[in-house]
């Protein structure tokens, strides 16, 4: 789930000033760091962040974090036996139920469900 390398030829260069923000956010499944954080990272206000992000990706940096973690869960549900619990903190998430309700709504089940 990267964007970097969909765009990388063609948009990376327009939008290199967040370039660190895009590999942070690809690379870094726990993502401790909030947008803010990133956006200091780039030198760059947050708003501008958001812009550039929004611009680059077709989504906001949240929507992006979740759908990457989204992502991610799915492919421990289907490779590891892990628990729903185990999956959840790995992804950063701080309640597990919170990440139930998320999961079931980006995918239409429940972790344990789509496991299944």
Not at 68 to 95: N, P
Request: with cysteine; net charge positive.
């Amino acid at each position: 789930f990267k964007l970097s390398d969909y765009y990388h030829k063609s948009h990376l260069y327009k939008y290199s000033i967040i370039e660190r923000g895009i590999e942070y956010l690809e690379q870094n499944e726990e993502q401790t760091l909030s947008i803010s954080e990133i956006a200091d990272m780039c030198n760059v206000s947050e708003v501008y962040f958001r812009k550039l992000f929004k611009k680059y990706s077709g989504m906001l940096p949240s929507q992006y974090r979740t759908e990457a973690k989204i992502y991610k869960a799915k492919d421990y549900l289907a490779k590891e036996e892990l628990s729903v619990a185990d999956i959840s903190d790995r992804l950063g998430f701080t309640e597990v139920s919170y990440f139930i309700k998320v999961f079931k709504n980006s995918v239409g089940m429940t972790p344990t469900k789509y496991r299944t």
